[in-house]
């Protein structure tokens, strides 16, 4: 059967419903959002003389509006939620015999779900799929009762919360689910949806919240057992050793506590054979902050507090789980951390840490050490393949590295020892895979990332790894050149690949030499360049302030002029190369990482991007070609009669504000996606389309471009309107003199400086006023110590 889905219907608009649908609109999908009419009127509702069929929707309005104003925003665009339709069981349950999946996200509890299932017999068109978003309640028992086709096209499809932002989908089936169907859910959940799908077996809390919660719970008894604060913990447990900057504690807050203590009350319960069955018992602080109804974020305390100092600003309180009162947050060290701070690999990092001789290393040791132990004995419980226990707690969890990743890292034969060291064993599948000569979990072979089969003990490919791009599988045989900051990988087909290295990817001699050289290999030899990473926090954070700064700040300006020179030739490298260049930016490309991309033949773009020409934050002008393409886009979209230089203004604005886009969906409205730009969500495929677009513009016959001499530009009838503005911003005090001069430089430079009339000018003549305007700008006091701020602290400095 050739499926496809066009309309989703959402039974329950809870927080996970109402973000489902949410997420089904990003993708185009028209989405049915159904909850129960509620049984009484409001107080409000009764003095206003309504009836109840007159609010049979208010319950369902009411979540899908909080759900709209939540942050982060669970829509990519805010007109995306004219994709969905609300409505309530009573009326409109019959509208679900128009859909193609309908996907039940109602209270945890069976026998409410089952009386849903017995309506929805009722409208549901034979052959359509329907599935549970369940955390806990075992899949196999929601279709006692049920008819063969609604069994045959029934599983549990459990998204993480939320779902626009956590990459988890875990898929489970029961003994009756048509394996065609997981295979399409499967693919769709990949492809269309963006997830990391993974089929799970039906066993208390699937993969993710079983291996996840685990970590939790033994971490806080971990940490009674060593007296290690709230803040130490988080600091242990967050971006050193690959996992959200949140850590453990404000995890939990955001999350919410009352969720956490769910899941592990019920894992308690079913797990009655798990060998570490008590981890799950709460630990004394849980109870505790369960008894006072501190749940975190939603009551306004948890392990954190909020509150407002004496000079009414805010302050973080940490909680003190000894005296159990707040304190004021203290600034964690450990000499554990201190040594590994100069290691940039993550693997290479896991080693040190476990060593260490202070309290962060025995912390290190017992939990990460239990974790690895706990994960081998869950195969094959829980899963018959351990790349499926990796991939779920990187997607569900935020982990860089999955658990048998990271056991790969510091060697398992010397995991193994340091267990055994610290009183624990693995599982006995472990110990045969080393008898045998087997020393890792993973290996690479001819592009594939095999893993280590404990069934079959052999090394099998992992499904879908040889069909998608790794650069870091393919790094250790196909770079062709390498140095400090970018490497230039062979992808097949006759193209290459361009990766940043540097710290946040950011934009600096060694990228720039990578970029030509990148450049001058694939017309010799290649078909086409793809740009683009694997990073985890950037594709590009943008150009290297660092020497720009020591230049300016010694007034070095000729060799400022050099290094903006030298930037502004790469870009237009970029864009007037024999050969097609085609871009992969995700999560941040900022300043010149946005740059780069302006002056790409195609852009194939993460949907998660945060795009912007933010230079003016540091006092600067974009100076890469930024300014000068926007003024040619600008130009070349304008209309007759278009006087007030709408969209112009719009792109001065979105420059002069260091506005960022929330979504590759609002770049393209800014302006730095065009229409024939891609936008993919599944990250992981990101290499992969980017390669197919530059054989695609290969294929088709690739005709190099020309230098531009027909920019359109307003002169100064778009300067006059713009100075106004900034004049009108300074006399309200909405901006300082600095930000005026900045703008002023900024509007003299896209409307192509103070010519008499409207004309078309060259690229080169753009690029030659943004440089001015840079370089001119670089010399200003305020300009440095906004750049001096920035590289200091990390914070934004307005003066």
């Avoid at 018959?384 to 991939?391: A, F, H, R, T």
């Avoid at 990578?514 to 078909?527: P, S, W």
């Avoid at 010694?554 to 871009?583: C, G, K, T, W």
Wanted: charged letters at 25%.
């Amino acid at each position: 059967m050739n499926r496809s889905i066009k309309k989703v219907a959402i039974l329950g608009s809870g927080i996970m419903g109402s973000r489902i649908a949410c997420h089904f609109a990003n993708i185009g999908v028209q989405v049915l959002l159904l909850d129960i009419a509620p049984k009484e009127l409001t107080a409000e509702e009764s003095a206003k003389g309504l009836s109840l069929e007159k609010v049979k929707n208010r319950i369902v309005n009411n979540a899908f509006q909080q759900t709209l104003k939540a942050k982060p925003a669970s829509l990519y665009l805010d007109s995306f939620a004219n994709q969905i339709t609300l409505g309530n069981f009573d009326d409109n349950l019959k509208d679900i015999t128009t859909a193609d999946w309908i996907i039940e996200v109602v209270v945890e509890n069976l026998e409410i779900k089952k009386t849903i299932y017995e309506k929805v017999e009722q409208f549901r068109k034979p052959g359509t799929l329907i599935s549970s978003n369940t955390s806990g309640i075992p899949i196999h028992l929601m279709t006692e009762g049920r008819t063969e086709d609604f069994k045959k096209h029934f599983c549990g499809t459990h998204f993480f919360n939320p779902p626009r932002y956590l990459k988890l989908l875990e898929i489970i089936p029961t003994d009756h689910t048509d394996p065609q169907i997981i295979d399409f859910i499967q693919k769709y959940g990949t492809n269309e949806l963006g997830k990391t799908t993974v089929i799970c077996k039906d066993s208390p809390a699937f993969i993710a919240n079983r291996i996840g919660v685990y970590s939790m719970m033994q971490t806080m008894k971990v940490v009674e057992e060593l007296g290690l604060s709230v803040e130490q913990v988080d600091k242990l447990t967050s971006k050193v050793v690959g996992r959200p900057k949140s850590g453990t504690f404000r995890l939990s807050d955001v999350v919410g506590l009352d969720t956490t203590v769910h899941v592990a009350n019920n894992l308690y319960k079913a797990l009655s054979t798990d060998e570490s069955r008590e981890i799950f018992q709460l630990p004394s602080m849980l109870q505790k902050l369960m008894e006072n109804n501190w749940l975190g974020d939603k009551t306004g305390q948890g392990f954190y507090k909020k509150v407002k100092n004496e000079k009414g600003k805010s302050e973080i309180l940490a909680l003190d789980l000894k005296s159990f009162e707040y304190k004021p947050t203290q600034k964690v060290s450990f000499e554990t951390l201190e040594r590994t701070k100069a290691i940039d690999s993550l693997p290479k990092r896991f080693g040190y840490l476990l060593e260490g001789k202070d309290l962060a290393g025995e912390f290190y040791r017992k939990t990460f050490l239990d974790g690895f132990r706990y994960a081998s004995f869950r195969i094959p419980e829980i899963a018959n393949e351990l790349y499926k226990i990796d991939q779920a707690i990187c997607a569900g969890f935020g982990w860089e590295m999955g658990i048998f990743e990271t056991w790969d890292a510091i060697g398992v034969a010397k995991g193994v020892e340091l267990m055994e060291a610290n009183g624990l064993s693995p599982a006995p599948w472990i110990k045969e895979m080393l008898a045998s000569g087997n020393e890792s979990f993973y290996k690479s072979q001819n592009g594939s990332l095999l893993f280590y089969d404990q069934k079959t003990k052999t090394y099998q490919e992992i499904p879908g790894s040889k069909s998608t791009i790794s650069l870091n599988i393919l790094k250790p045989e196909k770079v062709v050149f390498q140095n400090d900051d970018a490497s230039i990988i062979d992808i097949g087909d006759e193209v290459i690949c361009l990766e940043f290295h540097s710290k946040m990817n950011t934009m600096g001699q060694g990228v720039l030499e990578g970029l030509q050289k990148a450049i001058d290999l694939a017309e010799k030899n290649y078909r086409g360049l793809v740009v683009g990473n694997e990073g985890i926090e950037a594709f590009s954070a943008g150009a290297n302030l660092g020497m720009l700064f020591m230049f300016a700040a010694n007034q070095e300006f000729d060799e400022v002029n050099h290094m903006i020179a030298l930037f502004q030739q790469s870009m237009m490298r970029v864009r007037y190369s024999s050969i097609p260049v085609v871009i992969a930016p995700h999560t941040l490309a900022l300043g010149g990482g946005t740059e780069i991309c302006l002056h790409s033949d195609k852009l194939v773009a993460h949907a998660e991007l945060y795009m912007g020409l933010v230079e003016v934050g540091v006092g600067l002008i974009p100076a890469g070609g930024g300014t000068k393409e926007m003024a040619l886009r600008m130009g070349d979209a304008r209309q007759k009669g278009d006087i007030e230089l709408n969209r112009l203004q719009n792109a001065f604005m979105n420059i002069a504000t260091a506005k960022v886009s929330t979504s590759a969906h609002e770049a393209k409205e800014m302006q730095y996606l065009r229409s024939f730009d891609r936008i993919v969500l599944n990250r992981s495929q990101l290499i992969t389309e980017a390669k197919n677009e530059v054989l695609g513009l290969a294929n088709a016959g690739y005709v190099q471009k020309q230098p531009r001499n027909d920019v359109w530009v307003e002169g100064k009838q778009g300067l006059a309107l713009f100075k106004a503005g900034i004049h009108g911003m300074r006399k309200g005090n909405y901006i300082s003199d600095h930000d005026a001069k900045i703008a002023n430089k900024l509007a003299f430079a896209i409307c192509g400086g103070d010519l008499d009339a409207p004309q078309f000018v060259s690229e080169q003549y753009l690029l030659d006023l943004e440089r001015e305007a840079f370089l001119s700008l670089s010399g200003e006091p305020k300009t440095l110590e906004r750049i001096s701020s920035l590289l200091g602290g990390g914070k934004p400095l307005r003066n």
